[in-house]
């Protein structure tokens, strides 16, 4: 199939879509110090598509964005960008949560010096564009005077101007605060995704990841533990390492018979295949309520509760003898040692594996 680029004919310095650069991991391992950080990768991102990737510290994730960008070499495997491998495979541009910075170049001069390179028409739009995209409000100041927050946005603001086929973010908008975070982040994601570029995006905030991501990659002790949709892989809370990962889940007990679950006398659909007699069911804080007194369900104790804006989320003590998390109305206020009794939203549950 031929690619056909449009042609911007009010000269507004608009970037046209391009066509994103495939990357793919095959078999790719890292040592570091005698120790295998990362083991045997497969991982393929198709063009013009958000990898996420997410895990708890260590996971090996800065390792394999480092092998994308040809910053660390393979001990084993390949990285193949666009089809092309080691010196001959083009460059990746990167922006990391502390991005390094001109020591005297001004905000403006910096990101349209970027933008002439990459041909745009005209650079001054282009610019002015992209520092409103970001929201970086101080475009005549010394990059190296702005906050580390407004460094991060130059980062971003100056590798769009160059018009990237492919990008790697490691973290690159971890130093905002929440709000302008999820508003930057959903700016960002809609640029990419109308310029077409392939982009693996690393990221400590789950949330994040699962919102920015066409598809979501897990990673534990060098390893990939899941990948696929975000909703798919947030269903599967029946893996331990999976959902640890990705938020908190309690543990209940619960007896399986056939394709049902029974807990706290409440009879549920199973999610999955399982084996009958005892298991242990794993719920997430929003499948858990707060019911009557004499409703179906199990008493229990507060242990402690925490507002978190538009919910609360509490943790309970049940009469078996589980700690479980709810999250409920922030306008429902539990006082430790309150008397609740709750129960299980009626969705389809999930077991732990007895494999």
Do not use: K
């Not at 911007?8 to 950080?37: C, K, L, Y």
């Not at 990221?203 to 990948?227: P, Y």
């Not at 609360?312 to 700690?323: E, I, K, M, N």
């Amino acid at each position: 199939m031929v690619a056909v680029t449009p042609v911007d004919p009010a000269g507004t310095g608009r970037a046209p879509r391009p066509r994103g650069w495939a990357i793919v991991f095959r078999g790719v391992s890292r040592d570091r110090a005698g120790v295998r950080v990362l083991h045997d990768i497969d991982l393929e991102i198709a063009a013009g598509r958000i990898t996420a990737i997410v895990g708890p510290s260590g996971c090996g994730a800065s390792t394999l964005l480092r092998l994308a960008t040809g910053a660390e070499r393979c001990d084993a495997g390949s990285v193949q960008v666009e089809g092309r491998t080691g010196a001959a495979a083009p460059r990746l541009p990167v922006v990391a949560d502390r991005a390094s910075v001109p020591r005297f170049r001004h905000v403006r001069a910096s990101i349209a010096a970027a933008a002439r390179l990459a041909g745009v028409v005209d650079p001054a739009l282009e610019t002015e564009r992209l520092c409103e995209l970001v929201g970086l409000d101080a475009p005549d100041a010394t990059v190296s005077r702005l906050a580390l927050g407004d460094r991060q946005r130059w980062a971003v603001a100056r590798v769009l101007a160059t018009r990237p086929r492919a990008l790697v973010l490691d973290d690159a908008l971890a130093a905002l605060h929440t709000t302008a975070r999820a508003e930057t982040r959903d700016r960002l994601v809609r640029e990419l995704r109308e310029r077409g570029v392939t982009t693996l995006w690393a990221t400590r905030d789950t949330a994040e990841g699962a919102a920015v991501a066409d598809e979501l990659v897990v990673m534990d002790e060098g390893r990939i533990i899941a990948q696929g949709s975000p909703a798919d892989v947030y269903g599967r809370v029946g893996d331990a390492a999976v959902a640890e990962v990705l938020g908190p889940v309690s543990t209940v007990p619960g007896i399986v018979e056939g394709a049902l679950v029974e807990v706290w006398g409440q009879r549920l659909p199973l999610a999955g295949a399982a084996h009958d007699g005892h298991c242990e069911v794993v719920v997430r804080p929003e499948n858990v309520v707060l019911v009557a007194a004499d409703a179906p369900g199990v008493d229990a104790v507060v242990e402690e509760t925490t507002f978190l804006g538009s919910v609360r989320r509490s943790t309970v003590l049940t009469a078996d003898g589980s700690r479980v998390v709810v999250e409920h109305p922030a306008g429902r206020l539990l006082d430790d040692d309150a008397r609740v009794r709750i129960a299980l939203a009626p969705v389809p549950a999930s077991v732990l594996s007895q494999d």
